[in-house]
């Protein structure tokens, strides 16, 4: 209810005056007390943002270097392991360091695959050394003649990792990683 007061203005006049409370204001954002105070709050907004992007964006660390093991064959029908492998054919064999990345690279005349030996991919001719104890396994897939694998296999725990042509099980290498 609204309060009613009387003030006298001069000798007998009488001035009537009715207070109406208000209702309270919606509240409003709190502004920065001073030009300083935003411009500071403009800078530290600004140091975090571009701290976030140099983290993001920061150089990554190099990949281990790379060794690359040629598909071979004699451009006549591989029939036997003389005619076809991997690497050379009198070492069918690569020694390469822990955290290496491998590919393969057919050079040769026909279709072939390099299919690591574990229990996804075991080929009883193909496997002759038996499955893989280590957590790499692979398959490259079929590759045609000039093709290589579509991505390579980084070997990061020591071992022997064997592995075979899925085209001709005959043909068999390892991968030593020490």
Do not use: E
């Given at each position: 209810m609204p309060k009613t007061?009387?003030?006298a203005k001069a000798p007998g006049e009488?001035?009537?005056?009715e207070n109406m409370e208000q209702s309270a204001k919606p509240s409003e954002a709190a502004?920065?007390?001073s030009r300083t105070m935003l411009y500071a709050i403009i800078v530290i907004v600004l140091v975090v943002v571009g701290a976030g992007v140099y983290i993001l964006f920061q150089p990554k660390a190099p990949a281990a270097a790379g060794t690359t093991i040629n598909i071979y064959d004699?451009?006549?029908?591989?029939?036997?392991?003389?005619?076809?492998?991997?690497?050379?054919?009198?070492n069918h064999?690569?020694?390469?360091?822990?955290?290496?990345?491998?590919?393969?690279?057919?050079k040769g005349q026909a279709p072939h695959s390099a299919t690591?030996?574990?229990?996804?991919?075991?080929?009883?001719?193909?496997c002759?050394?038996?499955?893989?104890?280590?957590?790499?396994?692979?398959?490259t897939g079929i590759m045609n003649p000039g093709a290589s694998a579509s991505s390579p296999v980084t070997f990061d725990t020591p071992g022997?990792?064997?592995?075979?042509?899925?085209?001709?099980?005959?043909?068999?290498?390892?991968?030593?990683?020490?």
């Open positions: 007061s009387f003030i009488l001035i009537f005056r502004k920065p007390k004699n451009g006549a029908s591989c029939t036997v392991a003389t005619q076809c492998g991997f690497n050379t054919s009198t064999n690569v020694s390469i360091a822990v955290h290496t990345s491998v590919s393969w690279m057919n690591s030996c574990d229990s996804a991919h075991n080929s009883a001719t193909g002759p050394a038996g499955l893989n104890s280590g957590p790499t396994a692979w398959d022997t990792y064997y592995y075979y042509c899925t085209v001709h099980t005959f043909m068999h290498g390892a991968i030593i990683v020490s």
